[in-house]
């Protein structure tokens, strides 16, 4: 049985694999009110929320945005027939059961890797992030890591290159918060996950794959559009070659490179920096969510809302697995 992780963080993610029996049902389908329909308003736009105490008490990761305090019968009926969506309240470990294929893949939510005060995948800091990064910092994460045959890993979206950011240290059993350079922090870090991986994967059962940074369009300026536009109404490519915006840390690329280069386990580096930088137009812009129509509201301002971090036209993330197919069949 192939078991394949993605760690995402932000948006990023990993892939451990359990053995489990195929699924009862393919599906099932619930008739009712809240009892079986908690709702979760966080992705919604409404003052009605439940990510705090006591909603999500008997969660293990705590609050999720559910208006409840733990697992709803259609939750655990999902759970005991191995519904093959199912999906975790907390959102911590997605799980896709492609049966077909005797396999599992896994997507789990870490974005710095260690332990953070990001942790939560639906309610978490978006600004004030503090990284733990100290001996066990990352096992808390780690423990779901063991025993697969692929792990993918990615951390970079939630890192902040060029900017000073909290570090949680210890020393002497006592725990204290340093102001270091992110590009530092993001060292230690993976400093820590390749001394994880030399010392809990056998490379003859696990592969090992490390994701580079996904570019982001948020300055028309640096590819000759508006001077304050954005990917907003980009329909076209950037055509040269040697392009490379700021969104992207080259310093982070240098970390990645020095770290990983020196690890005894090895590590392939799936670099899909450089080709994401010329896809201006693929972004999901202002076709997402919002919190009201925009051509009836603010049309002159709809750049504003736009989201030109993650992706949506088909192609450009195409290829990054296909590279990742390559690289599994051709190491």
Same mark, same amino acid.
Request: some cysteine; proline content about 5%; overall charge positive.
């Given at each position: ?5 993605w760690?995402m ?7 451990m694999?359990?053995?489990r029996?195929?699924?009862?049902v ?6 009712g !009110?809240?009892?079986?329909d908690n ?10 929320r439940?990510?705090?105490m006591p909603?999500g008490i008997d969660?293990p ?6 208006f ?11 759970k005991?027939f ?12 997605i799980?896709?059961y492609?049966?077909?294929?005797? %396999? ?11 332990t953070?005060?990001c942790d ?7 600004l ?5 990064e ?7 994460? %780690?423990?779901h890591?063991?025993g697969?045959?692929?792990l993918?890993f990615?951390?970079?979206a939630w890192?902040q290159?060029g900017k000073?950011?909290?570090?949680v240290?210890?020393?002497?059993g006592?725990?204290?918060i340093?102001?270091m ?10 400093k ?6 030399e010392n ?5 059962k696990?592969r090992?794959f ?8 948020f300055?028309?300026?640096e ?5 304050d ?13 040697t392009y490379w915006?700021?969104g992207s840390?080259?310093?982070i ?11 005894k ?13 010329y896809?201006k !137009?693929?972004?999901v812009?202002i076709?997402r969510?919002?919190?009201y ?13 736009? !989201? ?10 195409d290829?990054?697995n296909?590279?990742l197919y ?6």
């Amino acid at each position: 049985m192939v078991e394949v992780w993605w760690l995402m963080l932000l948006v990023s993610s990993l892939l451990m694999g359990l053995v489990r029996p195929d699924p009862q049902v393919p599906c099932y389908f619930i008739f009712g !009110d809240s009892l079986v329909d908690n709702g979760n308003n966080n992705y919604i736009a409404s003052l009605a929320r439940a990510n705090y105490m006591p909603y999500g008490i008997d969660f293990p990761g705590g609050p999720s945005g559910r208006f409840s305090n733990g697992m709803t019968t259609v939750d655990v009926i999902g759970k005991t027939f191995l519904v093959s969506n199912y999906v975790a309240p907390k959102r911590l470990i997605i799980i896709l059961y492609p049966w077909e294929y005797n %396999a599992t893949i896994e997507f789990y939510w870490a974005p710095f890797l260690v332990t953070s005060n990001c942790d939560n995948a639906t309610s978490h800091k978006g600004l004030d992030r503090i990284v733990h990064e100290y001996s066990g910092s990352l096992e808390r994460h %780690a423990q779901h890591w063991k025993g697969v045959d692929i792990l993918v890993f990615n951390t970079y979206a939630w890192w902040q290159p060029g900017k000073m950011m909290k570090i949680v240290r210890r020393s002497w059993g006592k725990k204290y918060i340093r102001w270091m350079k992110a590009e530092d922090g993001y060292r230690l870090v993976l400093k820590s996950m390749v001394s994880w991986l030399e010392n809990n994967i056998d490379p003859q059962k696990t592969r090992v794959f490390f994701t580079t940074m996904s570019a982001t369009h948020f300055r028309s300026a640096e590819w000759g559009g508006k001077r304050d536009g954005n990917c907003y109404g980009e329909t076209t490519p950037i055509l040269d070659p040697t392009y490379w915006g700021s969104g992207s840390s080259k310093s982070i690329m240098k970390v990645v490179g020095e770290v990983l280069g020196a690890s005894k386990t090895p590590i392939t580096i799936i670099n899909v920096t450089q080709l994401s930088e010329y896809r201006k !137009d693929a972004h999901v812009s202002i076709y997402r969510l919002q919190p009201y129509d925009l051509t009836q509201k603010r049309p002159a301002k709809s750049d504003g809302y736009a !989201d030109c971090n993650h992706w949506c036209l088909p192609g450009l993330q195409d290829t990054w697995n296909e590279l990742l197919y390559a690289k599994l069949l051709f190491p």
